[in-house]
Protein backbone atom coordinates (compact mmCIF):
# COMPACT_ATOMS: atom_id res chain seq x y z
CA UNK A 1 0.00 0.00 0.00
CA UNK A 2 1.87 3.27 -1.10
CA UNK A 3 1.48 6.02 1.28
CA UNK A 4 3.07 9.25 2.07
CA UNK A 5 6.37 8.84 4.17
CA UNK A 6 7.13 12.05 5.14
CA UNK A 7 7.19 12.57 9.03
CA UNK A 8 3.61 13.66 10.25
CA UNK A 9 4.85 16.72 12.10
CA UNK A 10 6.97 17.93 8.91
CA UNK A 11 3.57 17.62 7.13
CA UNK A 12 1.65 19.67 9.98
CA UNK A 13 4.40 22.44 9.68
CA UNK A 14 4.29 22.31 6.26
CA UNK A 15 0.74 22.75 5.84
CA UNK A 16 0.90 25.68 8.80
CA UNK A 17 -2.22 23.92 10.24
CA UNK A 18 -2.70 20.74 12.75
CA UNK A 19 -3.49 17.66 10.56
CA UNK A 20 -4.03 15.63 13.47
CA UNK A 21 -2.06 12.73 12.25
CA UNK A 22 -0.22 11.63 15.72
CA UNK A 23 -3.55 11.01 18.18
CA UNK A 24 -3.21 12.03 21.39
CA UNK A 25 -0.08 13.71 20.92
CA UNK A 26 -1.35 16.27 18.85
CA UNK A 27 -3.66 17.85 21.20
CA UNK A 28 -0.25 17.96 23.98
CA UNK A 29 2.40 20.78 24.35
CA UNK A 30 4.41 18.11 23.03
CA UNK A 31 3.01 19.18 19.36
CA UNK A 32 5.48 20.65 16.99
CA UNK A 33 3.18 22.86 15.88
CA UNK A 34 3.10 24.01 19.62
CA UNK A 35 6.84 24.37 19.47
CA UNK A 36 7.52 25.41 15.95
CA UNK A 37 5.13 26.75 14.16
CA UNK A 38 7.11 27.24 10.95
CA UNK A 39 7.74 25.55 7.80
CA UNK A 40 10.54 22.90 7.90
CA UNK A 41 13.76 23.20 6.99
CA UNK A 42 16.42 26.22 7.07
CA UNK A 43 14.60 28.66 5.43
CA UNK A 44 11.46 27.56 7.46
CA UNK A 45 11.87 30.07 10.33
CA UNK A 46 11.44 33.44 8.50
CA UNK A 47 7.78 32.20 8.08
CA UNK A 48 6.05 31.80 5.18
CA UNK A 49 5.62 33.82 1.96
CA UNK A 50 2.65 35.18 0.25
CA UNK A 51 1.17 32.89 -1.86
CA UNK A 52 -0.37 33.52 -5.22
CA UNK A 53 -3.88 32.25 -6.01
CA UNK A 54 -2.48 29.14 -7.49
CA UNK A 55 -0.52 28.51 -4.59
CA UNK A 56 -3.21 29.00 -2.45
CA UNK A 57 -4.98 25.92 -4.27
CA UNK A 58 -2.48 23.56 -4.45
CA UNK A 59 -1.82 23.99 -0.41
CA UNK A 60 -5.64 23.37 0.05
CA UNK A 61 -4.95 20.58 -2.41
CA UNK A 62 -2.07 18.91 -0.47
CA UNK A 63 -3.37 19.92 3.22
CA UNK A 64 -6.45 17.65 2.12
CA UNK A 65 -4.23 14.56 0.97
CA UNK A 66 -2.43 14.65 4.18
CA UNK A 67 -5.16 14.96 6.40
CA UNK A 68 -6.82 11.29 4.75
CA UNK A 69 -3.30 10.07 3.84
CA UNK A 70 -4.04 9.67 0.55
CA UNK A 71 -1.61 10.10 -2.57
CA UNK A 72 -2.25 12.14 -5.70
CA UNK A 73 -3.30 9.28 -8.06
CA UNK A 74 -5.95 8.17 -5.65
CA UNK A 75 -7.14 11.79 -5.18
CA UNK A 76 -7.49 13.12 -8.17
CA UNK A 77 -9.86 9.86 -9.19
CA UNK A 78 -11.73 11.22 -6.11
CA UNK A 79 -11.95 14.65 -7.81
CA UNK A 80 -13.12 13.41 -10.81
CA UNK A 81 -15.78 11.00 -9.12
CA UNK A 82 -16.90 13.73 -7.24
CA UNK A 83 -17.14 16.29 -10.33
CA UNK A 84 -19.51 13.40 -11.96
CA UNK A 85 -21.57 13.03 -8.97
CA UNK A 86 -24.83 14.89 -8.69
CA UNK A 87 -24.97 18.22 -6.47
CA UNK A 88 -21.67 20.34 -5.09
CA UNK A 89 -18.85 18.59 -6.10
CA UNK A 90 -16.93 19.65 -3.05
CA UNK A 91 -19.41 18.79 -0.99
CA UNK A 92 -19.33 15.32 -3.04
CA UNK A 93 -15.43 15.38 -2.60
CA UNK A 94 -15.56 15.44 1.39
CA UNK A 95 -18.29 12.92 1.37
CA UNK A 96 -16.41 10.02 -0.18
CA UNK A 97 -13.14 10.68 1.89
CA UNK A 98 -15.29 10.61 4.91
CA UNK A 99 -16.73 7.21 3.64
CA UNK A 100 -13.87 5.51 3.05
CA UNK A 101 -13.41 2.70 5.48
CA UNK A 102 -10.38 4.23 7.69
CA UNK A 103 -11.78 7.64 8.07
CA UNK A 104 -15.24 5.83 9.79
CA UNK A 105 -12.76 3.32 12.39
CA UNK A 106 -10.89 6.77 12.98
CA UNK A 107 -14.30 8.46 13.58
CA UNK A 108 -16.20 5.92 15.78
CA UNK A 109 -12.83 6.06 17.78
CA UNK A 110 -11.50 2.91 17.07
CA UNK A 111 -7.92 4.58 16.73
CA UNK A 112 -6.55 7.62 17.62
CA UNK A 113 -5.87 8.91 14.22
CA UNK A 114 -6.63 7.79 10.58
CA UNK A 115 -3.07 6.63 10.29
CA UNK A 116 -4.04 4.64 13.40
CA UNK A 117 -6.63 3.49 11.34
CA UNK A 118 -5.54 2.69 7.82
CA UNK A 119 -3.32 0.29 9.58
CA UNK A 120 -5.84 -1.03 11.76
CA UNK A 121 -7.66 -1.89 8.34
CA UNK A 122 -4.21 -2.88 6.31
CA UNK A 123 -4.00 -5.39 9.53
CA UNK A 124 -7.03 -7.47 8.85
CA UNK A 125 -8.62 -6.24 12.18
CA UNK A 126 -12.52 -5.14 10.93
CA UNK A 127 -15.18 -6.47 9.14
CA UNK A 128 -17.51 -5.05 7.41
CA UNK A 129 -21.58 -6.82 7.45
CA UNK A 130 -19.23 -9.83 8.93
CA UNK A 131 -16.72 -9.72 5.92
CA UNK A 132 -13.01 -8.81 6.84
CA UNK A 133 -12.35 -6.30 4.78
CA UNK A 134 -8.64 -5.03 4.57
CA UNK A 135 -8.41 -1.76 2.02
CA UNK A 136 -8.50 1.41 3.89
CA UNK A 137 -9.79 3.05 0.79
CA UNK A 138 -13.43 0.70 0.78
CA UNK A 139 -16.39 3.19 0.23
CA UNK A 140 -19.47 2.35 3.31
CA UNK A 141 -22.68 2.53 2.36
CA UNK A 142 -25.95 3.59 4.55
CA UNK A 143 -26.61 0.51 6.45
CA UNK A 144 -23.19 -1.03 6.56
CA UNK A 145 -22.22 -2.78 10.23
CA UNK A 146 -18.40 -2.09 10.95
CA UNK A 147 -17.35 -4.51 13.79
CA UNK A 148 -13.94 -5.20 15.42
CA UNK A 149 -12.64 -8.89 14.52
CA UNK A 150 -12.73 -11.09 17.82
CA UNK A 151 -9.56 -12.19 16.46
CA UNK A 152 -8.14 -8.79 16.13
CA UNK A 153 -9.20 -7.67 19.98
CA UNK A 154 -5.77 -9.27 21.38
CA UNK A 155 -3.75 -6.86 19.00
CA UNK A 156 -1.96 -4.34 20.95
CA UNK A 157 -3.77 -1.43 19.20
CA UNK A 158 -6.65 -2.40 21.32
CA UNK A 159 -5.22 -2.81 24.71
CA UNK A 160 -7.01 0.51 25.88
CA UNK A 161 -9.96 -0.04 23.46
CA UNK A 162 -13.21 0.94 26.52
CA UNK A 163 -10.76 3.76 27.18
CA UNK A 164 -10.82 4.77 23.61
CA UNK A 165 -14.28 4.44 22.95
CA UNK A 166 -15.51 6.50 26.46
CA UNK A 167 -13.92 8.83 24.73
CA UNK A 168 -15.11 9.05 21.40
CA UNK A 169 -16.80 12.09 19.60
CA UNK A 170 -19.12 10.28 17.61
CA UNK A 171 -20.59 12.16 14.74
CA UNK A 172 -24.46 11.64 14.49
CA UNK A 173 -24.58 9.80 11.19
CA UNK A 174 -22.79 7.00 12.35
CA UNK A 175 -23.77 4.58 15.78
CA UNK A 176 -21.24 3.46 18.02
CA UNK A 177 -22.31 -0.10 19.88
CA UNK A 178 -19.36 -0.08 22.23
CA UNK A 179 -20.49 -3.23 23.75
CA UNK A 180 -20.38 -5.33 20.43
CA UNK A 181 -17.00 -3.06 19.55
CA UNK A 182 -18.87 -2.38 16.24
CA UNK A 183 -20.49 0.57 14.28
CA UNK A 184 -23.17 1.29 11.95
CA UNK A 185 -23.52 4.15 9.09
CA UNK A 186 -27.32 5.39 9.51
CA UNK A 187 -26.95 7.93 7.28
CA UNK A 188 -24.46 9.89 4.97
CA UNK A 189 -22.28 12.63 6.91
CA UNK A 190 -23.89 15.94 7.81
CA UNK A 191 -22.48 18.64 6.35
CA UNK A 192 -21.53 20.26 9.76
CA UNK A 193 -19.86 17.22 11.26
CA UNK A 194 -17.45 16.66 8.32
CA UNK A 195 -13.85 17.49 8.00
CA UNK A 196 -13.46 21.45 8.17
CA UNK A 197 -9.76 21.93 8.20
CA UNK A 198 -9.68 22.40 4.32
CA UNK A 199 -12.02 24.09 2.13
CA UNK A 200 -12.98 21.74 -0.87
CA UNK A 201 -14.30 23.63 -3.07
CA UNK A 202 -10.52 25.43 -3.64
CA UNK A 203 -9.30 21.80 -4.27
CA UNK A 204 -12.53 21.10 -6.88
CA UNK A 205 -11.16 24.89 -8.54
CA UNK A 206 -7.37 23.53 -7.89
CA UNK A 207 -8.28 20.71 -10.50
CA UNK A 208 -10.62 22.03 -12.61
CA UNK A 209 -7.86 25.02 -13.71
FE1 LIG B 1 0.61 17.53 13.61
FE2 LIG B 1 -0.03 15.93 15.60
FE3 LIG B 1 2.56 16.37 15.01
FE4 LIG B 1 1.04 18.26 16.15
S1 LIG B 1 1.65 16.29 17.03
S2 LIG B 1 2.43 18.55 14.45
S3 LIG B 1 -0.96 17.94 15.13
S4 LIG B 1 1.01 15.33 13.72
Redesign the pocket.
Known amino acids: MARNLDP ?2 AQ ?2 RAGV ?5 GE ?2 NSA ?4 VKRNYPPGVHGVKGRGKLTSYGEQLAEKQKAKRIFGILEKQFKKYYHQAARMKGEAGDNLLRLLEMRLDNVVYRLGFAESRVQARQMVSHGLLEVNGKKVDISSFQVKIGDQITLRSKSQKSKLFSNIEEKLSKAQVPSWLALEAKSLSGKILDYPKKDEMESTFDPQIVIEFYSR
Request: net charge positive; with cysteine; proline share 0%.
Open positions: KCCRKLFLKRCKCAM
